[in-house]
Nanobody, 119 residues
Framework: QVQLVESGGGLVQAGGSLRLSCAAS????????MGWFRQVPGKEREYVAT????????SYADSVKGRFTISRDNAKNTVYLQMNGLKPEDTAVYYC????????????WGQGTQVTVSS
């Protein structure tokens, strides 16, 4: 089992910044990849960014590339999402997720943290 707890969400004006954190506990040593996703009411959850635990290989959705940065601190079992240049369309509940294997779906999800960007 892996437990994930997100923090760092809040209200910010357009153009501002926030840093989200996702603290993982449990069997994290067997994890392959961590990801950030977001969801707006009435819409499907969408991928934002991912990072591998061991190699730190990152990937980003086109909508956030150049503005968001995902990173991890293996010693703290924590993944971060630095969000700069926030736009109103970034408003969503942000979730972190953990994948144990290279293939397949994400196995564990956090409870989410609300990010609201005002215009």
């Amino acid at each position: 089992q892996v437990q994930l707890v997100e923090s760092g969400g809040g209200l910010v004006q357009a153009g501002g910044s926030l840093r989200l954190s996702c603290a993982a506990s449990g069997r994290t040593f067997s994890s392959y990849r961590m990801g950030w996703f977001r969801q707006v009411p009435g819409k499907e959850r969408e991928y934002v960014a991912t990072i591998t635990w061991s190699g730190g290989i990152t990937s980003y959705a086109d909508s956030v590339k150049g503005r968001f940065t995902i990173s991890r601190d293996n010693a703290k079992n924590t993944v971060y999402l630095q969000m700069n240049g926030l736009k109103p369309e970034d408003t969503a509940v942000y979730y972190c997720a953990n994948k144990l294997r290279q293939l397949g779906t994400y196995d564990y999800w956090g409870q989410g943290t609300q990010v609201t960007v005002s215009s």
